[in-house]
Structures are given as structure tokens and as C-alpha cells.
């Protein structure tokens, strides 16, 4: 028996809580097929946007690109593998590049967050 694939549209997601502040960055995803987009705010970023694929697998690979807090406009890419927590949210593995004057590499995580949640949103956010 296979695996149901997953689908991110509509799931809100933050970074696991690690100290920094940027757990309060809410991610909001939409999708179609295999086309992932989603837009984000909050933690440093004023605002930043994603778009790219979503394998069979539940992997993702997506472009990113963001205005943070100081003006600085930073753009990467990312691939993100998915695990499935206990209560069944979606917790993913990053593993991102920065690209440009503010080049950096990194690992995160962002896990989903539960719906009933409705004070976290996303500003502005839409299909």
C-alpha cells in the first residue's frame, strides 16, 4: 500500500522555536499539482515569497526571496523534506542557500502549525 501524498495548501508553517525570534515568521503555502507558492512575514522578514515543486515524495525545491526588516532583499533556494509528526502536522527539514552580497548556507526546520491556531496569520496573504 502506498503512501497518500501530501498537500500543503493552505497549512501555515513557523520555524521550531530555537531562541532567535524567528518563530514568529508565519509561512503560509498554497499548491497545485505539483506547483508550490506561498508568501511569508514576521521574525525579520517584512515580507517574502516562494515558488517551486512539490515531489511525489512530499519533498519540496523552491526559490525564495524576501525583504527583511533593514531593507536588505535577499533571495536563495530551498529543498525541504517533510516527516509527519505524531499528531499528524507536518514538520520540514530545510536546507537552504542564500544567494548574492549575503550569501549563507544553513539547515531549519519549520514545523506546521495546528488550525485551530487562528491568531498566527499571514498578512496579506492570498491565492
Request: charged share 25%; hydrophobic share 30%; proline share 6%.
Amino acid at each position: 500500500m502506498s503512501a497518500r501524498p501530501i498537500s500543503y495548501h493552505g497549512r501555515r508553517f513557523r520555524p521550531v522555536a530555537d531562541g532567535t525570534g524567528e518563530h514568529t515568521r508565519v509561512a503560509h503555502y498554497y499548491q497545485d499539482d505539483d506547483l508550490l507558492w506561498g508568501e511569508f512575514t514576521g521574525g525579520h522578514a517584512r515580507r517574502g515569497t516562494l515558488a517551486g515543486r512539490c515531489r511525489p515524495d512530499g519533498s519540496l525545491d523552491f526559490a525564495y526571496c524576501m525583504v527583511l526588516d533593514d531593507g536588505r532583499i535577499v533571495s536563495g533556494q530551498c529543498h525541504s523534506t517533510p516527516e509527519i509528526l505524531p499528531d499528524g502536522r507536518i514538520l520540514l527539514h530545510e536546507v537552504w542557500q542564500r544567494f548574492g552580497a549575503h550569501a549563507d548556507s544553513g539547515v531549519s526546520r519549520i514545523e506546521e502549525i495546528p488550525a485551530a491556531d487562528p491568531s498566527l496569520t499571514t498578512r496579506g496573504a492570498h491565492r
